[in-house]
């Protein structure tokens, strides 16, 4: 099963684990949230996440299959965020399960990579003196 | 047809979206930049860095891309998502 969601409101962790790992199938469960940190020099006002809602949705449903495939996946869940965040709130959730673990971590780790320099979802931080648009790191 | 702007390159353009009609003589989406960027000095400004992709009907396309039959055609920096 494969569940792909964007919204602006926070996600449930647990219950979205509670749910993955229902399956009878699943011997392993991996799970990765990226959160919002703080600058180094300044402190971060809000991180503003801007997306193409309709690319966005067919890129992480499309890395979702392929990982499915690659790694034996029995169940696959993403759910990215958009909208004003703040410090330590969490922006992204990929959980995978697979019979064995080395398959979701892997499965996992690829899902995040890929999403990081192809979906499409733009940050923006905001300080209390300015505004920057993140530049893209490998 | 429909172009979309995203992110830095909507805010320097003040607009996240706008329908031209292109020439006939525009094919590829290298033309259609090209095009745009000798339009209005305001499009020089947003794509001169070349930094931005352009996405045609969702999909990630090349400059050498023929948008003839695309619908939409979006123009953004690189993505910084995850």
Known sequence: MIKIRIQSEAFNIENEIKEISRSKLNGATVSFIGSVRDLKSENL????????PKMAEKVLDKTAQYAFKNWNLSQCTIIHRYGKLKVADPIVLIITSSPHRKEAFKA???????LKTNAPFWKKENTEKRSYWVNQKN | MKLLYFAKIREILGRSDETISLPSNILSAGDLIDYLMDLDD??????????????????????DFIIKNSKEIAIFPPVTGG
Do not use: P, Q, R
Request: no cysteine.
């Open chain 1, 45 to 52: 006002k809000n991180l503003e996440i801007e997306h193409f």
């Open chain 1, 108 to 114: 996992n780790e690829y899902i995040i990579d890929f």
């Open chain 2, 42 to 63: 305001i499009y020089k400004t947003a794509f001169s860095d070349k930094k931005f992709f352009i996405a045609a009907d969702e999909e990630f396309v090349e400059m």
